[in-house]
């Protein structure tokens, strides 16, 4: 491998990591603001879905403990990353059967955001995969 492509992978590498840091901080933020902190985040939030806003932010240490695996050129963050991905995807197919299937009040903005963590994952997933593991890196 060139160089040129291993200075590349690690630019990748390095703004996938920070991009899921910042993602997972601004996840916990937002969800700890309604669970915990924020009566006015909870009023603002509208018809929230707890089980959803449950799932994303305990999600939110898992993409900080990936991103951190990014970062440290780790095989295991690209699974973690997938498996993100793929549990992401999963809770908002249950979500669409559920508002489907029964009078569930939501959001309409809890799909946007479910769409936006759905498309972010995978797309890191892909990013990391070419970078770490197809650009070479020999660290598990």
């Not at 840091?21 to 601004?26: K, N, S």
């Not at 937002?30 to 999600?59: H, Q, T």
């Not at 963050?77 to 549990?87: C, K, Q, Y």
């Not at 809890?110 to 770490?132: N, Q």
Request: proline share 1%.
């Amino acid at each position: 491998m060139d160089v040129k492509h291993k200075k590349r992978c690690g630019v990748v590498r390095k703004v996938i990591g920070v991009v899921a840091i910042v993602f997972g901080a601004l996840t916990i933020k937002s969800g700890g603001d309604v669970l915990f902190w924020s009566e006015e985040a909870r009023i603002a939030a509208g018809d929230y879905v707890p089980a959803v806003l449950w799932f994303n932010f305990l999600m939110g240490f898992a993409y900080i403990a990936t991103g951190i695996g990014f970062l440290r050129q780790k095989h295991r963050a690209v699974w973690s990353a997938m498996l993100i991905a793929s549990t992401t995807i999963l809770v908002f197919a249950a979500l669409g059967l559920s508002i489907a299937l029964t009078d569930l009040a939501y959001e309409t903005r809890t799909i946007g955001a479910m769409t936006l963590r759905s498309v972010v994952w995978l797309v890191l997933s892909f990013l990391a995969y070419k970078s770490i593991i197809k650009g070479g890196s020999h660290e598990h």
